[in-house]
């Protein structure tokens, strides 16, 4: 098995998208991340879904974790509003790190081993055709976890 085999497909999206624009995509696609490219389809980031989801949180959530706890439903409107304010540029990273890009014909454990090196629970598989990326998909730990037990 490769890359290419295991690769779930996933749509691009560009930066100036709406995070609640990029979670109705994670849903309707059932991804396990967000591809975020340039205008001309060079990958920045892999926004995993979880990343998505902590981006939308209130701040003072963030910092006290059990405000949510008493709050309960009654910051889910805030939540909303976030997310529809938010772009995925606003998640970008300040500094560039090692994108976890891999080639179609990557194996099983060379994705794993790059996952460990990037810290990335995700990685993105494309391949270039004279210099021009087309983005074939993802693959995250579940789906090696699965490929090997």
């Given at each position: 098995m490769s890359?290419?085999?295991l690769a779930w497909p996933c749509t691009?999206?560009?930066p100036d998208t709406t995070l609640r624009e990029a979670a109705a995509l994670l849903v309707r696609e059932?991804?396990?991340a967000i591809v975020v490219v340039s205008e001309d389809g060079h990958p920045l980031t892999v926004l995993p879904a979880a990343r998505v989801l902590t981006a939308t949180l209130p701040e003072s959530v963030v910092e006290d974790p059990l405000l949510a706890?008493?709050?309960?439903?009654s910051l889910d409107d805030?939540?909303?509003a976030r997310?529809?304010?938010l772009r995925l540029a606003d998640l970008l990273p300040q500094r560039p790190p090692v994108l976890p890009v891999v080639s179609p014909d990557a194996s099983p454990v060379h994705m794993a081993a790059f996952m460990e090196r990037t810290g990335s629970s995700v990685v993105l598989v494309?391949?270039?055709d004279d210099d021009q990326p087309h983005v074939l998909g993802t693959v995250d730990a579940a789906t090696l976890l699965h490929h090997y037990l």
């Open positions: 890359a290419r085999d691009p999206l560009r059932r991804a396990p706890a008493a709050a309960g439903a805030a939540v909303r997310a529809s304010s494309v391949e270039y």
